[in-house]
């Protein structure tokens, strides 16, 4: 059966500090990989996705980045973390080209302060 | 752009009250997903429709998705206090990416 892994579970973080959040994905192969920031009480902010590796594609300009060095591996960064910032990071996957289900990951509690 | 729009944001119901939320979208979608979310969770896929109209049921939750594909709610009868959480819907868009509804809270008091 296919898991979802994210780490770490929880992050406190000062302002201009760098960020480095990983997920993988273990029991398929060439997932549909995303990232979702969802603040406090709010709904699903789709952050970049990937449908390979290498392949990068982002929705809200910002100054986090991703990144693909694996199939199954999916990986969020910045260089110098904002206050704004702050929020659950969730990494999902669908089978490749699929536009069913998605699998999310447990999230990253993000504060920055 | 396409928008999902949900609503109620919130409802609050007595234990054992019903309740039900509407999804909306301002074009019409392949499929259909609904997702639960329990407080301090992730999001929990729960069921996707496809079929125009169709109406599927999953114990007291009842998800129909309409005939124009546009529109679909999900009916809890007689809630739980384990009915607590948010619900999401969710449909397909071009790229393999997803719109997800902005949420309905749901709060369930005994």
């Known amino acids: 059966s296919q898991t979802i892994h994210q780490w770490p579970a929880t992050l406190v973080q000062p302002v201009g500090s760098p960020l480095s959040l990983e997920c993988t994905v273990e029991?398929?192969?060439?997932?549909?990989l995303y990232w979702y920031r969802q603040a406090a009480g709010r709904g699903l902010q789709l952050l970049f996705y990937?449908?390979?590796?290498?392949?990068i594609s982002s929705e809200v300009p910002q100054n986090l980045s991703a990144s693909r060095p694996q199939d199954r591996q999916f990986i969020l960064s910045s260089k110098k973390l904002l206050l704004s910032d702050s929020g659950f990071y969730l990494c999902?996957?669908?089978?490749?080209?699929?536009?069913?289900?998605?699998?999310f990951g447990p999230g990253t509690r993000l504060t920055v302060l | 752009g396409q928008q999902v729009m949900q609503i109620p944001q919130y409802q609050h119901v007595q234990e054992g009250e019903d309740f039900t939320t509407y999804c909306n979208s301002s074009?019409?979608?392949?499929?259909i997903q609904w997702y639960k979310q329990r407080p301090g969770g992730h999001p929990v896929f729960l069921i996707q429709?496809?079929?125009?109209?169709e109406v599927k049921k999953q114990k007291r939750l009842t998800f129909q998705f309409g005939e124009a594909k546009k529109n679909s709610s999900l009916h809890i009868t007689a809630t739980q206090t384990t009915d607590v959480g948010t619900y999401f819907c969710?449909?397909?868009?071009?790229?393999?990416?997803?719109?997800f509804g902005t949420g309905t809270s749901l709060t369930v008091i005994p």
């Open positions: 990937s449908v390979g590796i290498g392949q």
């Open positions: 429709l496809v079929k125009s109209g």
């Open positions: 969710a449909g397909p868009r071009t790229g393999n990416q997803f719109y």
């Open positions: 999902a996957w669908t089978g490749y080209g699929s536009t069913d289900t998605q699998y």
């Open positions: 074009t019409t979608l392949s499929n």
């Open positions: 029991g398929t192969s060439n997932p549909n």
